[in-house]
Structures are given as structure tokens and as C-alpha cells.
């Protein structure tokens, strides 16, 4: 099997005790069968705690007990790991073990990354300056694969290449670079369902100098400010039903609240802010921030789904850290810095990508709202 592993993969250390937002608290630490095993053997008083906190679900699976705080029973006052004091790093079950490391296999190629719902994951991909980088590694395992649709497996991992370059594509703007993407993605799909050649549009795409002019023709200087509000407060609202993060759900009352109230909702103010992200928010973190989300979700999305939804997942997050992070600053007059938006997203990353059926939901009310066509995308980036 192929592996193909973001360089922050191997590089990555907690930082422990000094982490703003430990990932030891607030959702459900599923324990594998060997650790579990390990627990139950083990003697003495802390043998004694550990089985004590270890519940079963009802789907069978084994996982700790959250105190009512939400904080895992064996976090220390020092926001430290009591297990691993007590009984060593490798007593620690898998979970705790590989966590912010995570990987997925898509026809014969294994993706491995650090997830960004971890706070230090965030600030290493999101801070780098230069171009995200990756191994290449490969093993002897033969993938045998009777269901795996190679053709379709083919036709992904072109477009993946392909939207990763555009992505990474550093003569033009973000939103630039998110238009190409955006018309290159619904052509390529319509191409698919049609069953129609898809060879020159990817030959368009991945020529610099041909597709510039077709973002040129599109993107105009004007923002769509109506959209964005439209996009946040039906995006909010989803999330809301599902929110289980007291910071987060906070910001997206706060965020309501604002949008209902506030006085100076002119369309003026808001150009401004968005202005104001683009001096803020350089272009290289935007950049990390969608090449991470391509290369954690594009080709896993893809397996049950199609191109144009892998695409729109990115949009969807995308977006969302920068309206709200817009929406932050207008409320608060002041420009988040850095932290701030490594823990917002790490926050929304945690709600968003690790619970099962958000995006869905999320998905189903952008496509009943009409916000999953190109033409409100545009305008949503831009
Ligand atoms: S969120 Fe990341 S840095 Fe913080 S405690 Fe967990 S693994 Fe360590």
C-alpha cells in the first residue's frame, strides 16, 4: 500500500500541560479492546479508578466516563495524562495514544495527517510559511479490492491533484485560487454524471496561464455580504441542533445575537471587515487551512460520494472560520489574532469533523437552501 503522510505527521508533540484547549475533556474517549484488557488486569487502587470510570454504550463500544465537567476522570490539575504518569505512555489506550494523528485508506493509498482539532495540530499547518509538504512512503500490502471502483478511484485522485495545485497555486489570491477550484469541480462533475470526456478540462485546469482568464471573466471586486450573512445564519443554526462545545455554541449565539441587533449592520461596515480579514489572515494560512481539509476529506468524502461534494466540504469550512471570524471582529471591534482562530477552528473541527452525521445535516440544509450551486459559492468566497 502507498502512504502519503503529511509532513507534521512525524514532527508533532503535545504540548501537554500548556495546551489552551486539552482534547481530555468534552467528548467520548473510546478505549480499544487490548487497552481495555490491559485495565482490567491491572492491580491496586488505580486499577481499582480505572475500571470504575469504564462504561459500554449501547452499540458495545468500551470508552471512559466523562466527569460532569466534561474533563477526563485521569486529567491531573496540571491538565496532565494521570494513566500515563501512573502506569506509562504506552498503558495509554489507542485513542489517546494516535490522537491528533489520523488516517484514512482510499483505494490503494493511505492518508495520514494530524488533525487540526487539536489546538498545537492547528497552529503547526496553519503557521508554515512554505508550501505543505509530504512522505511518500509504500509497503508490501497487496490491496485486493472486489467493491473499489477503480476507474471512479482514478478520476478522484485526478481531480484531487489537480484542486491541490490550484489550491497551492501562490501568483493568484485565495479567493482567485477558490473560483478556479469551484468552476473546475462542478464542470468535472457534470462531465462525470454525463459520461462525457473529461480529459480537456483537466488539461484547462492545470495550465496556469488557460484558466486565469476564466477567473478573471468571474470574480468581480464587489463582496456579497447578503450571502455571507445568509450562509452564517443557516450554517449557525445547523450546527446548533448538533452543538456540544459550551465555547462554541457561546460564539454562535454571539453571532446571532449580533446579526439580529446590532445598529450598524450597513453593508459599508462589512466590506470593511472583510476587508479587514484580508490585511489579518495572510493568504499562506488561508492556503494551509483548505490544502489540509483537501488532503483530510476530499478523497474519503469521494468514496461515497461524488467531487463536487468533497469540494463543497471544504467551502463549507472555509467559510465558516472566515465569517466567523469577520462576524468576531465586528462584534467585539477587535481583530482576532492568531490563538484565537487556531482555537476557534479547533473547536469547530472537533464538532464538525469528529461527530458522526454534522456534516450531513449541514450538507442537507445548504442543499434545501440552495447554497450547494456555484453561483452562491462564488459569491460566498468572494
Ligand atoms: S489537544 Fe493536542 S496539544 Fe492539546 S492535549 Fe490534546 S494532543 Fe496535546
Same mark, same amino acid.
Given at each position: 500500500m502507498k502512504k502519503l503522510i503529511m509532513d507534521e505527521f512525524a514532527e508533532f508533540e503535545c504540548i501537554g500541560g500548556k &495546551?489552551?484547549? *486539552? &482534547? &481530555?475533556?468534552g467528548w467520548k474517549v473510546t478505549i480499544d479492546p487490548d487497552s481495555n484488557k490491559r485495565y482490567q488486569d491491572l492491580e491496586g487502587t488505580f486499577g481499582d479508578e480505572l475500571r470504575k470510570s469504564i462504561k459500554t454504550d449501547d452499540k458495545g463500544n468500551i470508552y471512559f466516563e466523562m466527569q460532569k465537567d466534561g474533563r477526563c476522570p485521569f486529567l491531573d490539575e496540571e491538565n496532565l495524562c494521570r494513566v500515563y504518569k501512573n502506569i506509562g505512555p504506552e498503558a495509554m489506550c489507542n485513542t489517546c495514544q494516535n490522537y491528533p494523528r489520523v488516517a484514512y485508506q482510499a483505494g490503494d493509498i493511505l492518508f495520514a495527517t494530524i488533525s487540526i482539532s487539536c489546538p498545537e495540530a492547528g497552529r503547526m499547518i496553519l503557521g508554515r510559511e512554505d508550501k505543505q509538504q509530504y512522505a511518500f512512503d509504500e509497503d508490501k500490502v497487496k490491496i485486493v479490492s472486489d467493491t473499489e471502483d477503480w476507474d471512479k478511484f482514478n478520476e478522484a485522485i485526478r481531480a484531487y491533484t489537480t484542486i491541490h495545485d490550484i489550491l497551492q497555486e501562490r501568483d493568484f489570491f485565495v479567493r482567485e485560487r477558490l473560483t478556479a477550484m469551484i468552476i473546475y469541480a462542478y464542470q468535472m462533475q457534470e462531465l462525470i454524471d454525463n459520461k462525457e470526456p473529461t480529459a480537456p478540462l483537466v488539461q484547462l485546469f492545470s495550465d496556469v496561464d488557460q484558466y486565469a482568464p476564466v477567473i478573471a471573466q468571474i470574480? *468581480?471586486?464587489?463582496?456579497?455580504i447578503a450571502e455571507k450573512i445568509r450562509f452564517v445564519r443557516i450554517y449557525v443554526n445547523a450546527l446548533l441542533k448538533t452543538a456540544r462545545i459550551p465555547a462554541l455554541v457561546n460564539e454562535f449565539y454571539q453571532v446571532l445575537d449580533y446579526l439580529s441587533n446590532?445598529?450598524?449592520?450597513?453593508d459599508e461596515l462589512w466590506q470593511n471587515a472583510f476587508l479587514t480579514f484580508d490585511e489579518n489572515v495572510s493568504e499562506t494560512e488561508q492556503e494551509q487551512l483548505l490544502v489540509y481539509f483537501l488532503f483530510r476529506h476530499f478523497m474519503e468524502k469521494y468514496k461515497g460520494r461524488s467531487i463536487w461534494e468533497g469540494v463543497l466540504f471544504i467551502l463549507m469550512f472555509y467559510s465558516a472560520y472566515r465569517c466567523l471570524t469577520v462576524f468576531h471582529y465586528m462584534s467585539e471591534r477587535k481583530f482576532p489574532e492568531f490563538e484565537w482562530r487556531i482555537l476557534m477552528i479547533a473547536r469547530m473541527s472537533r464538532q464538525f469533523e469528529h461527530a458522526d452525521g454534522v456534516w450531513e445535516a449541514v450538507y442537507d440544509n445548504m442543499r434545501e437552501n440552495g447554497m450547494a450551486q456555484p453561483g452562491f459559492l462564488l459569491n460566498l468566497i468572494n
Open positions: &495546551c489552551p484547549d *486539552t &482534547c &481530555c475533556a470574480l *468581480t471586486g464587489k463582496r456579497a446590532a445598529s450598524d449592520n450597513t
